[in-house]
């Protein structure tokens, strides 16, 4: 029991603290925070699973999580036939194309591995081959844009569940990494992290511009949802039933019956939103509950041990017969696999899918600083970093206010720097997270819950 | 004689639409991947702050610029900013030296990963971040003033009876001139002077410079100069030419890190062209060539479409496709070589 007493300690804290903003602010809003904490302990357990099993550093978490997103929209949206009939045929022609493309680069490096003007040949091909895709698709996509722009103008998805689109989405995020993985995972650690980087922003800056595809920067909005919808409950009787029971002595109190029934209308308002926060609630912690058993169990078996070696002295591994490369790029794609889930978990979240703020300070940097802040390698230690650094990336705007108006009580309301400061108090958070990750990383370089081997003695 | 014309205004097309722009903008991004070398080369990380450092020296030379407007001391056609660098130069500095002393510098002592630095970059990158929105908050800010053209393009016209017409504007012409006499000099300084040879050295080989009685702290600081140099000039440069947003500051990042990357990490030379290799590369690509071959192709040949290779929405992208180009092929960039 001694042994868990810091993680107990931590956790609890964390949830005094969410339950705290649930009675000073609103459940309402103590939900949200809650289910973005799990979203962010997902992505983090993915970084987690790449940085503290491998010592891979991935910047590209952004990508990943767009991708995932992206995966939402094109299984679970409704398809638009009209779109399908004007440029279907086109896209699907110049994916062909884009297929036949590399299978005919992969054929010359094969075919031609030492043959003299084995690059020209692949130059050539490469530039024919984009002339020639951009010529088939370039009707299609103005096509598909056409179709009524302002409500659809994309190709739509499938129509299937969301909850499968989750699936989808780590799909995504493992075909990105095998990708991304073979071209980068043999550089340098610190040529990793800008490659994945630039990577990352390339698949978002193609998702925010082909709008054919999911519509770009116009976003797609009123995604389907695993969960009932607030409208609908407000509506069904059993919801009502049930919010009355709760609050019956609130109710017994008045009096007249109108302000009875508007007093319930209120509460039934307040309790939909707070009942489909708690279901989300309930789908994110199954998740994060899976993916810790998972990972756990990884981490402590062979293989995790395996990881944990080639982690710590990488040739001292491979001396002893194992394929790092070979490890390096399955954990590379496990990882962003598990970010993917979580960018279509929050997307979902969401109800919408903005490629616009896809953007490395929020979906890259942040969550490494939760990763550091956590402890590395450790699962326990992932999830509290994703729980403690969203609680304060939220909540920062409200302290530093507090702060600042404790701070300068003695000045006048209408002082320059008062009304300065208070306008950028939302930016404090920038300091906060920086200045946390600074002093974590100094004085406590192993994270909130460090790592721990269970070494057993002979 | 029509033909000349012809082949004239296609010349200039292109001078005023893409060899001007690229170059100015890869000055700007070279002084940049300088500063990212550098720092690579000498203190061996890479700097998740570039961008944010030269938005912080940036800031000061915009506040200062308003200062000295309210106060009405102006160099006449030339930008107030010019006047104001060197001391946000020295207030960049300053805070480098600051952040080196209290946060880089136990890292460095202790000997740790240059992914660890590159980390705690990132908690540099943090809290500069906040400081600059703090201070002079997220806003969209033109500080240039002065005279704005050198050649007008109705001017030009006039000048040559030509259709087309060359503008140059005088940030092109300023980050030019100073980009030369600050790189000129920088490369100078490396190569001639006693202290630049120490920094190649300690760069080179760091045990091997400590024995041979390189001072180690004196080879950090005069880096973390040259840096805080180079990040102003290229941020205000920057500043000058589009215009100060810090958010558009931290992306200049990445076409920074990839110019740096492209021309070889830890090598200076390298970074300057790299910076132009990534420039015209983002520009040639999304430029839209259509009026360059009205001019040259006979009628009945003439495009109908814009011969645009990518939209310009994948500026950033083209560079960073390079990059991957590059990554894939020549890890150890383009220009590989001496180091710094």
């Not at chain 1, 993915?46 to 503290?52: L, M, T």
């Not at chain 1, 939760?370 to 390698?377: A, L, S």
Request: aromatic letters at 14%; hydrophobic letters at 55%; proline letters at 3%.
């Amino acid at each position: 029991m001694r042994k868990y007493f810091n993680i107990i300690a931590a956790y609890s804290i964390m949830l005094f603290l969410i339950i705290m903003v649930g009675i000073f602010q609103s459940w309402s809003i103590a939900l949200s925070i809650l289910n973005y904490c799990l979203i962010s302990a997902v992505m983090t357990m993915g970084a987690n699973i790449q940085w503290g099993y491998a010592g891979l550093i991935n910047f590209g978490i952004m990508g990943y999580t767009a991708l995932g997103g992206l995966a939402v929209v094109l299984v679970s949206v409704a398809p638009v036939p009209e779109a399908w009939s004007a440029g279907g045929l086109n896209i699907i022609g110049s994916l062909i194309l884009i297929i036949s493309l590399v299978l005919i680069v992969r054929f010359i490096l094969k075919k031609y591995k030492n043959h003299k003007y084995k690059n020209y040949f692949i130059t050539f091909s490469i530039i024919f081959g984009v002339i020639l895709i951009r010529f088939v698709a370039f009707p299609g996509i103005e096509a598909i844009e056409a179709v009524n722009p302002a409500k659809t103008g994309f190709l739509g998805g499938l129509g299937m569940p969301v909850l499968f689109s989750w699936i989808i989405g780590a799909f995504f995020a493992a075909g990105l990494a095998f990708i991304v993985g073979k071209i980068a995972l043999g550089l340098r650690a610190d040529y990793l992290a800008i490659a994945t980087l630039l990577i990352a922003e390339i698949v978002v800056s193609i998702i925010k511009h082909e709008d054919w595809l999911a519509r770009g920067v116009k976003n797609v909005i009123g995604l389907k949802r695993p969960v009932p919808y607030e409208i609908d409950l407000q509506t069904s009787p059993w919801f009502i039933n049930l919010v009355e029971k709760l609050h019956q002595g609130k109710l017994n109190l008045l009096s007249s019956v109108s302000d009875k029934k508007d007093m319930l209308n209120q509460l039934v308002i307040d309790a939909s939103s707070v009942y489909v926060k708690l279901c989300m609630t309930g789908l994110f912690l199954t998740v994060v509950i899976i993916l810790l058993i998972l990972t756990q169990k990884a981490l402590y078996s062979p293989w995790g041990r395996k990881m944990r070696a080639i982690r710590d002295n990488e040739e001292a591994a491979g001396a002893m017969g194992k394929n790092v490369v070979k490890e390096h790029l399955l954990i590379f794609i496990l990882g962003s696999a598990i970010v993917g889930l979580a960018g279509a978990m929050m997307v979902t979240n969401d109800g919408l899918f903005t490629p616009g703020s896809y953007r490395p300070m929020r979906y890259t940097f942040v969550i490494w600083v939760m990763v550091i802040v956590g402890g590395t390698g450790n699962n326990f230690g992932a999830i509290l970093g994703g729980f403690v650094v969203w609680f304060l990336w939220v909540e920062a705007g409200p302290i530093a206010l507090y702060l600042i108006n404790f701070f300068t009580t003695h000045l006048d309301e209408t002082n320059a720097l008062k009304v300065h400061l208070i306008e950028s108090a939302p930016y404090f958070r920038f300091l906060m997270i920086g200045v946390g990750l600074l002093v974590i990383m100094r004085y406590r370089p192993k994270g909130l819950i460090p790592e721990k081997i269970n070494v057993k003695k002979i | 004689m029509e033909d000349n014309l012809e082949l004239l205004n296609a010349v200039i097309l292109l001078l005023n639409y893409t060899v001007i722009p690229a170059i100015t903008y890869g000055s700007q991004l070279a002084l940049g991947a300088i500063f990212v070398t550098l720092i690579y080369g000498v203190l061996r990380f890479a700097n998740f702050a570039t961008g944010d450092m030269m938005s912080f020296g940036t800031m000061f030379a915009v506040l200062l610029t308003y200062y000295f407007q309210s106060v009405g001391i102006g160099i006449g056609f030339l930008p107030t900013a010019l006047l104001t660098l060197p001391l946000a130069i020295l207030a960049m500095i300053l805070y480098m030296l600051f952040i080196d002393k209290f946060v880089f510098k136990y890292y460095r002592i202790s000997k740790s990963a240059p992914v660890q630095l590159a980390m705690v970059s990132v908690g540099v990158m943090f809290v500069t971040q906040a400081i600059i929105r703090i201070i002079i908050g997220p806003f969209d800010r033109r500080f240039m003033d002065g005279e704005k053209f050198i050649l007008k393009a109705s001017e030009f016209k006039e000048m040559t009876g030509l259709s087309e017409g060359l503008t140059i504007k005088s940030t092109q012409a300023i980050t030019l001139v100073v980009t030369i006499i600050l790189v000129s000099t920088l490369f100078w300084f490396l190569n001639k002077t006693k202290t630049g040879t120490s920094m190649r050295a300690y760069s080179d080989n760091e045990d091997l410079a400590l024995l041979s009685g390189i001072d180690p702290k004196k080879v950090v600081m005069i880096t973390w100069i040259i840096a805080g140099f180079l990040a102003t000039v290229g941020g205000v440069l920057y500043g000058l030419d589009k215009s100060y947003k810090p958010f558009v500051y931290f992306n200049n990042m990445l076409p920074i890190f990839a110019a740096a990357i492209v021309g070889g990490i830890g090598n200076p030379y390298g970074a300057f062209l790299g910076g132009y290799v990534i420039a015209f590369a983002e520009i040639l690509v999304t430029y839209a060539y259509k009026k360059f071959f009205i001019y040259l192709l006979p009628e009945f040949l003439e495009p109908d479409s814009l011969v645009q290779l990518l939209s310009t929405d994948y500026k950033f992208a083209v560079s960073f496709s390079i990059l991957v180009i590059v990554l894939l092929f020549r890890p150890s960039g383009i220009f590989e070589g001496k180091k710094i």
